[in-house]
C-alpha cells in the first residue's frame, strides 16, 4: 500500500461552550486506506466527522486534503476536492427515482450542476456513469421506482452510491450497515468490500466484525480523544482498548488520563 | 440490462411533450377567438397563471414557502406603469424594464431565504411584501398612494397592436409571455441545474453533502421567479392600464399560492390549472353570490385537501376504498 498521506488533521479541537468535543485530534490517512474508527458512544465520532465536511467549525487545529488546506472551505467546496461522506441516517433524495438521483450526482460532480438550458439527459458520459453505479450497486431493477418506495437495503445502498458518484479521494463511511436487516446485509457489505481501491476509506462503525474484516487501519477515539492507533491486530491486543470497550467508567477514565499524560 | 442510452431515454421521457399538451396550448391560443367576449377573463387568467406558475418554481420545484410573491408581481405592475408613465409608453420595452427590475429585487430579497425554516421564510416574505405595500402607500408623489397609477397610454404592441377595450390583443399579449416563460421554466426544471433545485427541496443537507452550492441555487431561482412575477405584474399594467395597491396585496399573495396548490405543486401545469380552477370558480360563484363566494372556495379548499386532488379528479374512484 503507498505510504502517501491523502488526508490529514493536525490537533484538531471543537469546543461547544465548557465541552470538549473534540479535543486535540492528530490524524492521517493513507491513500487506498481502509481506515476504522472505533470508539464508544460519545467519543466523539459524529464530530469529527462534521468538521471533516464542513459542517462545523474547528475551534483549533488544520486538515489538509492532498496537500490543501481545507479547514476553512465550505462543504460543498470540500465535497469538489473529494471529500466525501455517507449518513447514518439515510439522506436521500425522496421523490427522485436512483436513477434521477445519480444521474443528477454525476451532472453536479462533472461541473454540470449549473447548466439550465440543456436537460440532464442530454449528456451521455452522465447516464453512462450513472449506469455504472447502478450496476455495481445492485439497484438496477429499482432504477426507475421513486426512492421513497424502496426498500430499506436498497435505499443503504443509494446512499453509498450517492457518494461514490461525487468520485471521492476521500469516502466517510458513517455506519452503513447501521440498520440494515439480515438479508440484504450480505449485498451491502459486499459493496463496501468492493469500494475501488484508490479511494480511501474512513469507516465509522460498531459493528466490530465488520470493522475488523473491513479495516487494515483503526483509530480509537475516546472522550474526544484519540485513544491509540495501530493495525487491526494491535488493537484486539491492545490493553487500554479493552478496558474502554469491556471495562468501568473509572478503569476508561484511567486510561484516558494515562493518556493525556503520556 | 438498460443500456445507458436506454436510460437517456428514460431521463428524457419526462422532459417530453405529450401530444395533450399542444392540444391545451392550441386551444388555449385559440379561445380569444372563439369566444371574444371572455378574452378579458382569459387575459386576467393568463397573468395569474404566469404569476402562479413563478411561485411553482420556488415553492414546488425549491421548497420555498413564500406567503409575500406579491412582492414582485406589485413591484413589477408599479415598474411598468411608471415607465410607461415618464420614460416612453412602448410596452415590450416598459416589459423587459420591469423584468430587469424585479429580478434585481428578487436577487436582492433573496439573502432573507437563504436560512431559516419554512415558518421563518414565511414570515420574511411576507414582511417584505407588506413593507412595499407601505412604501407604495406612503410614497403618493411617486405611486399615487391609494389611488394608484391610472390612466396609462400604452403605446401599440410592436408598434401595430393596440390593446382594446375587448381585451383580445391583451390576451394573446400576455398568453404570448405565458407561453415563453412556460417553455424557459421547462428547460430550467429539466436541467441539471433544475434537479440540484430539486435536490434542495428533497433534502437541503444531502443537497449540500454532494456538493451542490445551496445558497447559490437559492438565489439563483429566487431571482428568476422574482423575474417572471415582474412579468405578470407587468403584464397586469400594461394590459389594464392602470396599476393600484392591490397588485400588492395581501390577498394577491395568498391567492396565488391557493392557485398553486389547487393545480399541484412541483408541476409547471399545476400553476395553469389552478388559475383556470379559481378564476372560473370566482367568476362563477360571485355572479351566484358576490358577497359569499369566498365561503365557497373555502369550502372547496376543504374538499380538495380532504379528498385528495387525484382522486378529486377521478370521480369513478369515489365508490372504492382509499
Known amino acids: ?262 | 440490462m438498460s443500456t445507458p442510452a436506454e436510460l437517456q431515454s428514460i431521463l428524457l421521457r419526462n422532459a417530453r411533450w405529450r401530444p395533450w399538451e399542444f392540444a391545451v396550448w392550441a386551444l388555449a391560443f385559440a379561445l380569444p377567438l372563439v369566444t371574444p367576449s371572455h378574452a378579458l377573463m382569459i387575459n386576467e387568467i393568463a397573468i395569474v397563471a404566469l404569476f402562479a406558475m413563478s411561485l411553482d418554481l420556488i415553492l414546488g420545484y425549491t421548497g420555498i414557502v413564500s406567503l409575500g410573491h406579491a412582492a414582485f408581481f406589485g413591484f413589477g405592475a408599479y415598474a411598468a406603469a411608471l415607465f410607461a408613465k415618464h420614460v416612453m409608453p412602448e410596452p415590450t420595452v416598459g416589459l423587459l424594464v420591469a423584468i430587469g427590475l424585479s429580478a434585481v429585487l428578487g436577487a436582492i430579497a433573496s439573502v432573507t431565504i437563504l436560512r431559516g425554516t419554512d415558518l421563518t421564510r414565511l414570515m420574511v416574505t411576507l414582511g417584505l411584501a407588506l413593507i412595499l405595500l407601505e412604501l407604495a402607500n406612503k410614497l403618493d408623489w411617486l405611486t399615487g398612494g391609494t389611488d394608484g397609477i391610472q390612466g396609462l397610454t400604452i403605446a401599440p404592441v410592436l408598434g401595430r397592436f393596440e390593446f382594446g377595450l375587448d381585451g383580445q390583443v391583451a390576451s394573446y399579449f400576455t398568453m404570448t409571455l405565458l407561453l415563453v416563460f412556460f417553455l424557459i421554466a421547462r428547460v430550467i426544471v429539466n436541467s441539471p441545474f433544475g434537479a440540484t433545485l430539486k435536490a434542495i427541496r428533497d433534502n437541503k443537507l444531502r443537497a449540500m453533502a454532494i456538493g451542490v452550492p445551496v445558497h447559490a441555487r437559492l438565489i439563483a431561482i429566487y431571482t428568476v421567479a422574482a423575474g417572471i412575477a415582474g412579468a405578470a405584474g407587468a403584464a397586469f399594467t400594461l394590459t389594464s392600464g392602470y396599476v393600484s395597491l392591490e397588485a400588492l396585496s395581501f390577498d394577491r399573495s395568498a391567492d396565488v399560492m391557493l392557485m398553486v396548490v389547487i393545480g399541484g405543486i412541483g408541476w409547471l401545469y399545476g400553476g395553469i390549472l389552478g388559475a383556470v380552477v379559481f378564476k372560473v370558480i370566482q367568476d362563477v360563484l360571485s355572479q351566484i353570490t358576490p358577497q359569499y363566494w369566498m365561503f365557497w372556495i373555502g369550502l372547496f379548499l376543504v374538499v380538495l385537501v380532504l379528498v385528495g386532488r387525484d382522486r378529486l379528479l377521478r370521480p369513478w374512484t369515489w365508490g372504492r376504498k382509499a
Not at chain 1, 459524529?46 to 471533516?52: F, Q, R, V
Not at chain 1, 443528477?104 to 439527459?121: D, M, P, T, Y
Request: proline share 4%; aromatic share 4%.
Open chain 1, 1 to 262: 500500500m503507498s505510504q502517501e498521506i491523502v488526508l490529514s488533521c493536525r490537533g484538531l479541537v471543537k469546543k461547544f461552550g465548557g465541552i470538549t468535543a473534540t479535543n486535540n485530534v492528530t490524524l492521517d490517512v493513507r491513500r487506498g486506506a481502509r481506515h476504522a474508527l472505533i470508539g464508544p458512544n460519545g467519543a466523539g465520532k459524529t464530530t469529527l466527522i462534521n468538521l471533516l465536511t464542513g459542517v462545523l467549525e474547528p475551534t483549533a487545529g488544520t486538515i489538509t486534503l492532498e496537500g490543501e488546506d481545507i479547514s476553512r472551505l465550505a462543504p460543498h467546496q470540500r465535497v469538489r476536492r473529494g471529500m466525501v461522506r455517507t449518513f447514518q441516517i439515510n439522506q436521500l433524495f425522496a421523490s427522485m427515482t436512483p436513477l434521477e438521483t445519480l444521474a443528477l450526482v454525476v451532472s453536479q460532480q462533472r461541473g454540470l450542476g449549473a447548466r439550465w438550458w440543456k436537460s440532464i439527459a442530454s449528456e451521455p458520459a452522465v447516464a453512462e456513469r450513472a449506469q455504472q453505479l447502478l450496476e455495481q450497486f445492485h439497484l438496477a431493477e429499482v432504477a426507475t421506482q421513486k426512492t421513497e418506495h424502496l426498500a430499506y437495503g436498497k435505499r443503504r445502498l443509494l446512499e453509498i452510491a450517492i457518494a461514490l458518484a461525487c468520485e471521492p479521494r476521500v469516502l466517510l463511511l458513517d455506519e452503513p450497515v447501521a440498520g440494515v436487516p439480515a438479508g440484504e446485509r450480505e449485498e451491502l457489505l459486499q459493496t463496501v468490500a468492493a469500494l475501488p481501491a484508490d479511494v480511501s476509506v474512513l469507516l465509522i462503525e460498531h459493528d466490530m466484525d465488520l470493522v475488523f474484516s473491513f479495516a487494515d487501519r483503526m483509530t480509537v477515539l475516546v472522550n474526544g480523544t484519540v485513544l491509540t492507533e495501530g493495525t487491526p491486530d494491535e488493537i484486539e491486543h491492545n490493553e487500554d482498548v479493552k478496558a474502554v470497550y469491556l471495562g468501568h467508567g473509572d478503569e476508561i477514565n484511567e486510561a484516558v488520563q494515562a493518556v493525556e499524560a503520556r
